[in-house]
């Protein structure tokens, strides 16, 4: 039977993800301490695993070379940049990860960063809470020009909730993103240039 461990802190506290798992194999291992690994205690913690759901972990030359045993490791979240790809290919592990899978989410969250800002929701609120009722001069996020830097899944999903709004978008990616610029009617321009004429 698959031997697995968990190190996703996230993964880990969560009491539905961790019954499902253990359904299908039992012989799971979660991270129950919420331990942030290093190298060495993250090769402790997946010494004689065969699969691992990862979160924010390295996984380097140095950790596969002394997990030997470990052939598929799971990321738990968004970013693959934390894990050598190529060393992962010469060692034999397979990567499982769904690239995106949150972007409606972290989508969602920067739209309503944008609003508290330009309407003050936060001050209007410690402000009614202590009694005192200022009208301040606040703005919509219509008609805005935003600046998206990276237009991956995330910054995408972005352009086109911000497009209901009317909204101006400018971009910069340092890959080529010409077909998504074209179909989301985005300006493509340098970062210096984004910075300076975003709101």
Same mark, same amino acid.
């Given at each position: 039977m698959k031997k697995i461990a968990v190190t996703s802190k996230s993964f880990s506290k969560n009491e539905y993800l961790c019954k499902q798992l253990l359904k299908l194999y039992p012989n799971t291992k979660f991270n129950e301490a919420q331990i942030t690994f290093n190298n060495d205690s993250l090769i402790a913690f997946l010494s004689g695993v065969d699969c691992a759901i990862i979160g924010l972990e390295q996984i380097n030359e140095y950790v596969l070379r002394a997990l030997p045993r470990l052939k598929v490791i %799971?990321?738990? &979240? /968004?970013?693959? =940049?934390?894990?050598?790809? !190529?060393?992962?290919?010469?060692?034999?592990? %397979?990567? &499982?990860?769904?690239? &995106? /899978?949150?972007? !409606? %989410? $972290? %989508?969602?969250? /920067?739209?309503?960063?944008? /609003?508290?800002?330009l309407r003050f929701l936060p001050e209007s609120n410690q402000d009614i809470k202590t009694g005192k009722w200022e009208i301040r001069k606040s703005h919509q996020l219509s008609t805005r020009v935003v600046g998206i830097i990276g237009l991956g899944h995330v910054g995408q =999903?972005?352009?086109?909730?911000?497009?209901?709004?009317?909204? !101006?978008? $400018?971009?910069? =990616?340092?890959?080529? !993103?010409?077909? $998504?610029?074209?179909r989301e009617n985005i300006e493509l321009m340098s970062l210096e240039k984004l910075l300076s004429e975003a709101d």
């Open positions: %799971s990321k738990y &979240g /968004v970013g693959i =940049d934390a894990l050598d790809i !190529r060393a992962m290919k010469r060692h034999g592990v %397979s990567l &499982g990860w769904t690239p &995106g /899978v949150n972007k !409606r %989410s $972290v %989508s969602e969250l /920067v739209i309503a960063q944008m /609003v508290n800002a =999903d972005l352009a086109s909730l911000l497009s209901v709004f009317g909204c !101006r978008i $400018v971009a910069h =990616d340092i890959a080529n !993103r010409n077909k $998504v610029a074209a």
